[in-house]
């Protein structure tokens, strides 16, 4: 249908200040102030009485393991998990089967976010084949159509070839995403390093591994004035840092994932893998710490760090299980159970977060109701609990550890560029 109007919902729009009940109209994919009478006949009618209307949310961190590794996942099942999730726009990240170093890449995964159920951008790799050794050519990867560079997954170790990246980044405005990790701090590591770790007897995992990296990219964002993101944060003393770093005007910018805002190393008691990621979760100091850092502003949006494994990889020893967890379908009811009812952030607060925040951070046409935005709109009903079973889930892979509980708050549309894409 060319025309749609959703009717009665508390439309939630925080890039425009809107929170109120009222209409949301759409004509031929985008938004408008209106709709003539005779539009209005022909359009297709949502009541969305009870429901709260917002932008589509925006995910700047996903894997979606195409090329090379659709066993887990492909474009199309990881964005059909972004539309059940209420997601319209996601930034997938670099580090598939081969790894999207090159503009021939790029466009193999642009050709297929063509076909995805919501809008799909790439990212390219900081270094040839994620080594860590040579810069890989940024301008083609530039022209080809990434959002941004990274080697998500792995971090890059030289600091002098860090600050190549980020100089010759910033000659073509692309922001540098960097997971934050010393790698020679956690050879063999799979939890955080605690009194639990030490307990379950599993080799820890020191916050200074993350901490150090943060404060180096910080370091190099100062001298060079790049925009360096810090990805999945999950160190009280790395919210610190980017704290001050903020307060000192430094282009740093950070996000925070549901699971590091909701679980800590506790939830690793009965070695169940679904609960080992990385960064690995950390205290109940730290899972405060990054509360406090999206309340302050201090971090910047929410991530998922959606990253899907087959079971067969997931049901192995603990030290020999893959890092990671699916996170797209869970999100939402995640963010609103810890942030809204546990930790009382305005609900507006939270959208900002996984809308307008996370699409400004690396300048995506998403995130706004405003008239003449791309159509792109999640509806949902902030108090319905229901049972998530990641079987009955689009993602190909089960690795969730929400799978089998209750959880409020759900998505019952998602609508993207004018269509309605998912409906419970």
Not at 182 to 207: C, F, I, Q, Y
């Amino acid at each position: 249908m060319p025309f749609l109007i959703i009717k009665n919902g508390r439309v939630i729009d925080p890039a425009t200040k809107r929170d109120k009940v009222g209409d949301v109209f759409i004509a031929d994919g985008k938004i408008a102030p209106s709709l003539t009478a005779a539009q209005r006949k022909s359009a297709q009618v949502i009541d969305a009485r009870g429901l709260v209307v917002c932008p589509g949310l925006v995910d700047i961190h996903v894997h979606f393991r195409e090329p090379g590794q659709t066993h887990k996942e492909n474009i199309l099942t990881g964005s059909q998990a972004a539309a059940a999730g209420g997601f319209t726009t996601v930034v997938c990240m670099p580090n598939t089967s081969p790894v999207a170093d090159n503009a021939g890449t790029i466009e193999l995964i642009n050709n297929a976010a063509r076909k995805a159920a919501v809008h799909v951008y790439p990212t390219g790799c900081i270094t040839v084949g994620m080594k860590g050794q040579q810069l890989a050519p940024h301008g083609s990867l530039k022209k080809a159509g990434v959002v941004a560079i990274t080697d998500d997954g792995l971090c890059v170790e030289s600091n002098q070839l860090m600050r190549n990246a980020v100089e010759y980044a910033k000659m073509f405005d692309l922001p540098v995403l960097d997971h934050c990790q010393d790698e020679s701090l956690t050879k063999g590591a799979v939890m955080n390093e605690g009194t639990v770790s030490t307990r379950l007897g599993l080799k820890g995992w020191p916050h200074a591994a993350e901490d150090i990296i943060v404060a180096r990219n910080i370091i190099l964002s100062a001298y060079s004035g790049a925009h360096i993101h810090m990805q999945h944060i999950s160190s009280a003393m790395s919210v610190e840092l980017v704290r001050r770093a903020k307060r000192d005007g430094i282009n740093v910018t950070a996000e925070a994932t549901p699971h590091h805002i909701a679980l800590t190393e506790e939830a690793l008691g009965t070695y169940d893998t679904h609960f080992k990621m990385n960064p690995p979760l950390r205290t109940e100091k730290d899972r405060q710490a990054i509360i406090a850092g999206l309340r302050d502003g201090t971090l910047d949006c929410i991530g998922t760090d959606h990253a899907p494994h087959s079971p067969d990889e997931k049901d192995r020893e603990f030290d020999f299980a893959p890092n990671g967890i699916t996170g797209l379908e869970t999100a939402l009811p995640v963010c609103l159970d810890v942030l809204v009812k546990q930790n009382k952030f305005k609900l507006p607060f939270v959208i900002d977060l996984m809308t307008r925040k996370a699409a400004n951070l690396l300048k995506l046409p998403a995130g706004t109701l405003a008239p003449g935005a791309v159509a792109d709109v999640c509806i949902f009903d902030p108090n319905e609990t229901w049972l998530y079973d990641a079987k009955k889930g689009f993602s190909k892979s089960l690795n969730s550890p929400w799978s089998g509980r209750k959880l409020t708050g759900r998505v019952k549309a998602t609508i993207v560029a004018g269509k309605v894409v998912y409906g419970h």
